[in-house]
């Protein structure tokens, strides 16, 4: 490989000679081999900053301080990296330093090189239209552009990816809870049966959980909105022009459509990141409700014919090697697994959030990593478990009917009329007996054939439908 000698303040390295970055992405390459193939700094991040420099030259050119020429300069070479064209010059690992700084350094060097070349320049010119610091990184530090674009990433992959996944599952279940509210089955709790409910009522509190947890991502919007950027190094704003917050927040609310502001308070929006624990600890809140709606789903649907069988999933593929014939709750166990993960990312955002060592968090990297690595398994997953499993669940009703005739909590309807104790009797005298509930009343002499008959009618114990 043909290399060029980049330099910086500590001294030159070789680089790649077709490589569209310097010295300091070199070095970060160089310390930091780290899961290099596994844990790459998330392109959504990349995008982000690609935004946040594209506004911070308009904004610099606004203020005077950026020609023209510069600023259309680094605003061409952000619209490449938000098209993908240059994907493959950021090649830095997530586990670096906790501020970002080689992450910013890496795309403020993209910027200006490929932006020197667009100008007519050579990658080994010694002097370049752009410089990395003095120009693509002007009014700006990593200390608060990384904080802004883990913002801008964090609220754009709620918005595009994680909401329409919840919304399109949510919007099934309901059509499934009101397609089957009449349809009633037996209860269970403590894995035990219960009283009767129907189906509809069941799946009506998947629905509920669903939606608890979309107004919980979207209330936290609002926090997420705020960006750092115009703290610079501590949050003081040094070596900002004046209205410089204001106006970069403006910018990029402008490019990216989305309603960012201006951080009210730039010392917390660099030191800690209780925006991204808070939204994180929504999406650990979805990943909850997942849990217990698909193992619900796959428990429901085991069987065929040994199992619970009273609700039928979707047959996608083999699910055996060895026994022929055999289907299993796959994507249940993909949304399982991947609510596992989230509630395990969790883990590491809470411990993040809480390194705010004074007036910078230094966990910043992996906080992000992980918020998008969530984000994304749970807007995926819902749609993957909605188009290939949820859509196609119907209840097996023949087995449904089979259960509730056979349950012996049916005798709960004979509270009010012959005390708890009686009740009680009747149901463990039938289980120990083998008996039918109404031949073990009646034989107690506790009603009469016409008194069970009249009483004892599932579809009356479901309450208000």
């Excluded at 883990?347 to 390194?355: K, L, Q, R, Y």
């Excluded at 009703?397 to 009680?424: C, F, P």
Aim: include cysteine; charge should be negative; charged fraction near 20%.
């Amino acid at each position: 490989m043909d290399y060029r000698i980049e330099k910086d303040t500590m001294g030159e390295v070789k680089v790649p000679v077709d490589a569209y970055y310097g010295a300091q992405t070199q070095r970060s390459i160089d310390n930091f081999k780290i899961a290099e193939d596994i844990n790459k700094m998330p392109k959504e991040i990349i995008k982000a900053f690609a935004y946040l420099k594209k506004a911070a030259a308009l904004t610099n050119l606004d203020a005077g301080v950026l020609s023209k020429e510069k600023s259309d300069l680094i605003g061409k070479v952000c619209d490449e990296i938000l098209a993908g064209k240059l994907d493959q010059w950021f090649p830095l690992v997530v586990w670096q330093t906790g501020s970002g700084t080689q992450s910013n350094m890496n795309i403020n060097e993209v910027v200006a090189y490929r932006g020197h070349v667009i100008n007519g320049g050579s990658l080994v010119d010694k002097e370049k239209t752009l410089h990395p610091n003095d120009d693509v990184n002007k009014s700006q530090s990593s200390n608060d552009t990384f904080p802004t674009a883990m913002h801008i990433a964090a609220y754009k992959i709620l918005i595009e990816t994680t909401l329409p996944g919840i919304e399109k599952l949510r919007d099934t279940l309901a059509a499934k809870s009101k397609a089957y509210m009449n349809v009633v089955k037996i209860g269970r709790t403590h894995f035990m049966d219960a009283t009767p409910l129907t189906v509809g009522q069941e799946f009506s509190g998947y629905v509920s959980q669903l939606n608890h947890g979309l107004k919980a991502i979207r209330n936290t919007l609002e926090h997420l909105s705020e960006l750092a950027l115009g703290g610079t190094a501590v949050g003081t704003g040094i070596n900002t022009p004046e209205g410089y917050s204001e106006n970069v927040a403006k910018h990029i609310a402008t490019l990216t459509g989305l309603p960012f502001i201006t951080a009210e308070n730039k010392f917390e929006a660099l030191a800690a990141h209780d925006a991204i624990v808070e939204a994180h600890g929504a999406l650990k809140t979805v990943a909850v409700s997942l849990m217990k709606i698909a193992n619900d789903i796959r428990m429901l649907s085991s069987g065929p014919r040994s199992g619970i069988g009273e609700i039928f999933i979707p047959d996608n593929e083999p699910g055996s090697s060895i026994m022929p014939g055999k289907v299993n709750p796959t994507q249940c166990e993909a949304l399982t697994m991947i609510a596992a993960q989230v509630m395990g990312n969790d883990v590491t955002i809470g411990i993040g959030g809480s390194m705010g060592h004074f007036e910078l968090n230094v966990f910043k990297p992996v906080m992000i990593y992980n918020f998008l690595h969530s984000a994304r398994l749970i807007g995926d997953g819902c749609v993957s478990f909605n188009d290939k499993c949820a859509i196609g669940l119907a209840p097996i009703e023949e087995n449904i009917k089979k259960h509730v005739d056979n349950s012996l909590m049916l005798v709960t309807s004979l509270n009010t009329k012959i005390g708890y104790y009686k009740a009680a009797e009747i149901a463990q005298k039938a289980h120990k007996e083998g008996t039918t509930l109404k031949e073990m009343a009646v034989k107690l002499g506790y009603v009469t054939p016409e008194e069970f008959d009249a009483w004892v009618i599932p579809a009356n114990m479901v309450g208000k439908i």
